[in-house]
């Protein structure tokens, strides 16, 4: 088919004048939004465009329902097809020489791209660009902000006045509820700088999870961990469990993280926003006690142990267990059977009847093991304040996941 000057110079016309609307539309700070607007506006077919973890952040038109866009990686301008019914017109959007998004027309049945079309999603990829590039700059000054407030916070160089007045300019309400979440991941040969870019890349895929279901937070890291400070009301509006929010974020981040295993200690919910950094040492009390059945630890979840979770140093921790049940340990068998029983015993208020009808023992028969317990540990049983101590150090191993009663 011979094409005509005048479709030519019609088709360059059209593209000029779109590309013009779009540059307008730069130029007032209108956003990426008005972008995909316009092009649907112009094109009546349905666009959208998706970060670089093809997540869709915005639309314009009927999106088809699961639609998988990870399987396009695409360096240029492509029409593929999705499915007998669907195809897709995809370009990059470029940050530099990474590719940080794509822009996407869609198209139905036998229906395929025109030059104008390909005209006009490449000028919006360029305009996209300069967009995102200055959102970008916008949220991580913002973020980097953010981030200082809660480093400054939890490193205690706030005076309270001086942390509500910022608290207040940066959006959180000090008379509101707060909520806490660490992450801790575990990997075989760390190093500073590969914890660093891979907790930078994280906290970036995180924030977006977030910001798009509109909780306020500030995600930062310390000590190689990843921190989430919640505003709980804003959580709230999910209408979902604690426990369901979490394993929804674990699963958003396993899609792009899978090699890893993240653990992550929980908070309570707090209504002083100067105790902040109280929230933060009690989820890495939580993650004090973690073991291989399960990656999500609560403080809540803690009995007494919690207190001594709250140390810093887990060496303390570790000695304290070995001072008082360590020869108990290393005389037991592997099922813990001289573990369980004392534990029954000092949690049974050291009553010999109940002690016995909840462990289906004979009364001989525990009098037996408790005096076999008591010469092992060299120290009477009947000493409140010391069953006390085996009983805290029993609940330690009970929460670290190395025995279970």
């Not at 939004?33 to 997540?55: C, M, N, P, R, S």
């Not at 267990?321 to 108990?328: D, F, P, S, T, W």
Request: one cysteine or more; charged letters at 25%; a negative charge.
């Amino acid at each position: 088919m011979i094409k005509k000057e005048g479709d030519e110079y019609t088709n360059a016309h059209k593209a000029s004048d779109i590309h013009r609307q779009l540059i307008e539309e730069l130029l007032s700070n209108q956003g990426i939004q008005k972008v995909v607007d316009i092009l649907f506006e112009t094109t009546g077919l349905t666009v959208f465009i998706e970060d670089e973890y093809h997540q869709i952040i915005v639309k314009s038109g009927t999106l088809p329902d699961q639609l998988t866009l990870n399987r396009f990686r695409e360096s240029n301008t492509t029409f593929v097809r999705f499915s007998e019914k669907l195809s897709l017109l995809r370009t990059p959007i470029y940050y530099g020489q990474q590719i940080k998004g794509y822009c996407s027309f869609i198209y139905t049945g036998d229906n395929h791209p025109n030059e104008l079309d390909y005209m006009i999603i490449e000028n919006a990829a360029i305009t996209s660009s300069l967009i995102l590039f200055n959102e970008s700059i916008k949220v991580n000054t913002e973020q980097a902000i953010k981030r200082s407030f809660l480093n400054d916070i939890l490193e205690g160089r706030l005076a309270k006045e001086e942390m509500y007045k910022i608290a207040y300019y940066l959006n959180f309400n000090p008379s509101s509820t707060y909520w806490m979440l660490t992450f801790e991941r575990f990997v075989k040969e760390p190093s500073i700088e590969n914890e660093l870019a891979f907790n930078e890349e994280m906290i970036g895929h995180i924030h977006l999870y977030l910001k798009e279901r509109r909780i306020n937070s500030i995600v930062s890291q310390k000590l190689n961990k990843i921190i989430i400070l919640i505003e709980y009301p804003t959580f709230e509006k999910l209408h979902i469990t604690q426990s369901s929010f979490i394993d929804q974020l674990l699963r958003h981040n396993s899609r792009r993280f899978s090699i890893y295993r993240i653990s992550v200690g929980v908070s309570s919910v707090i209504q002083e926003f100067a105790q902040t950094i109280t929230l933060y040492n009690e989820t890495l009390a939580a993650l004090r006690t973690t073991n291989n059945r399960k990656n999500v630890y609560y403080f809540e979840d803690l009995g007494i142990e919690s207190i001594l979770f709250q140390l810093q140093d887990d060496v303390l921790i570790e000695r304290f267990v070995n001072q008082h049940i360590g020869r108990l340990l290393e005389a037991d068998s592997s099922e813990f059977e001289l573990i369980k029983t004392l534990y029954t015993f000092i949690h049974n208020g050291s009553s010999i009847n109940n002690t016995a009808k909840e462990l289906s023992m004979s009364i001989s028969g525990l009098r037996y093991r408790l005096v076999k317990i008591s010469e092992i540990l060299n120290h009477d049983l009947n000493d409140t304040q010391y069953t006390f101590t085996l009983y805290l150090a029993i609940n330690i191993l009970k929460a670290k996941g190395k025995i279970e009663i």
